[in-house]
């Protein structure tokens, strides 16, 4: 039957003890939509998008948490991340965010993943605020996580 | 018409300058929703919340990421806040998240608002991978966004 | 003859180099008392106990801490933790808080066990503060440290 | 009669909303000492304390702590701290420290005046502890509080 | 006399208490310049600058950096920064960075405008030094300084 | 023909997948010179030098900024460091600073080894900021660098 591995018997969070398990490459492919006004995309497109600056800014967020992932997550491990990558795709009803992390780690890295994708979102969700008041997160989520030997 | 106020006329990101700005009181709700499994859900009600440390562990994540936005977001200005609430609501298809952050400030909290309501998601969703490997976080959305004079 | 390790001979401070030392796997436990007056200790158990969200509090306030322990502690490495651990028990005269942690690394692990008990210990009393303007945190020790081959 | 502020009816932890209070002139005084064996206290006066690099370090650390409590300390608010002092006194039973924090602002700096005087106790540990396997952090108090109109 | 503001009569290091002084409007403009070989220059104008990742890179590590200020610089305050801006200029012997920070505070923030320039120096010498192994960061310093009434 | 190693073909910024690289032993030295009136020497020499604490100071705030580099430029990797080392020589003309960092890692500490020597420059800048307004940090750069087997 399924537990919840971060609780004890008492109902106690804690983090998992990953000692005993093998070190072993783990990659970890997250995503998030930041869903928007068609003329938010029209106007990412036309300002923003050509030089670039917006897309970099929200690339360098999500970057730099998911290397943050243990100070944010409390019960996430300090891993040695060896790659994190952020891509767009810019679509007709909003922005695709994807974030893949590797690692060689006792645990894997899907929370670096989630964090990465979803702090990249709300990033270009500040920058296009002024012009949209009604955007959306939506669809975070571990698209595929895959590991092995080192 | 509408621009991004985050980039200037040669699409370089930049901070918006407050300081023209008055002091004003300000407050903003965000909200997300982990959507996940309803054996997830029972696994919830049955081993974690009667005893409370799962949501606690949430809120404390989701308190102390709306601290930090601006070290998270990097557009976004550090500002004292005055208070940030993190509510859950477990329902059938999910845990709904609401943030509350309130400051006396020159610019808005919806960035802090959305942050500490995305990261108590995620969280939440650290605590439960173990037993759902469907999860997502959807809706991420301000629900709620005022000022008034102080 | 004792020394300080990390000071040169210019009474300089450094950091020791742990490149020549073997990784092992190490535990160290410290522990703290927050001694409180016993009407706290009452109103610990009716209103904050029972349903958990105080000690939680606490507990990721600790775990968090000890996994930032480089960053507080000016002289100590980043080291990849296994395992924290933070518990605590309520005894007459106030509650113990032990902290245990567990790393395979190349030196130990004692100043993230005391950071982590000694911030679960302050954190503690930050939620008491408004009830008990008396406390006082004593005892902040390493209670037992080991080390075997990984 | 006596009630816990930072926990709600329903037993959930919450950062007070110090939105409604006035901001005061604010200053805390807390005190910290680290328990060691004469012959560490001679070690200390003898290579470390002349030439000052050991209180130094453990100065830096104190202040640095105490301009991040509201990232250690899950309830606290993100002050504006006008100053922080960290003075230590060496006594036959071992070195007391006593840290000084001062603010204009809604809520008071003993989380913070206590979080400096602990962690430049912990650092002080750190250096001394290749030398003295017993010693304690003892007394963590705070010792004067006061307010007054800016 | 000329004196170190932040040593007391003892030579022991001090945050400077700014309690007493007014809150003014101040900008402080630094400047930092990567010498870089004129085949980098090159490589710059011929791959990165015209899609603008590198220098938006750049420019959020110096922006992430002035707000971070206090927690690098030991005796700084943190302070409520109203905008952090940082520009470059293609050189031919180099990139010049300018950064132009302003707040309404108690203290000055020179260096936070120092720490925004050098940390963007820094970031774009990261993203080159594949191509150039010579590369120096030179001319670090305040360009100007001012305060009026707020 | 060289190229930007941290940029792809679309011009997109990314951290270097550093998976595939052997773990081997890392050292780097780099060096920042502060340049100041002779008059601030004289004061550093008389006041701050003989007691210690300005150099403590800028020595620890050199360290910290070394183990923070990843934090601070963005498309760094978190390494765990075994040593940080930070040398001031009092010159006719300034302070020289050199950082030496140690690692065993899959990519090189030369990042570190800037960060922790610029960081201490500009720490010692403000502490003489109030005596001397014509300082500039100068020099920057890696002076050695080496690997081997481990």
Do not use: W
Request: charged share 25%.
């Amino acid at each position: 039957m399924k537990k919840l591995s971060h609780v004890n018997k008492k109902g106690e969070a804690r983090m998992v003890d990953v000692g005993p398990k093998p070190v072993v490459a783990r990659e970890a492919v997250a995503e998030a939509m930041l869903v928007c006004a068609a003329s938010t995309i029209r106007l990412l497109k036309k300002d923003a998008l050509p030089k670039g600056d917006v897309l970099a800014v929200a690339r360098v967020a999500g970057i730099q948490a998911a290397k943050q992932t243990a100070a944010l997550i409390p019960l996430c491990h300090v891993l040695p991340l060896d790659a994190v990558g952020v891509e767009f795709t810019v679509k007709p009803r909003g922005v695709k965010v994807v974030c893949t992390v590797r690692t060689q780690a006792r645990t894997g890295v899907e929370m670096e993943a989630l964090t990465g994708a979803t702090v990249a979102a709300l990033a270009l969700y500040d920058m296009c605020k002024a012009a949209d008041k009604n955007m959306r997160v939506e669809g975070v989520r571990v698209a595929t996580k895959k590991k092995s030997a080192c």
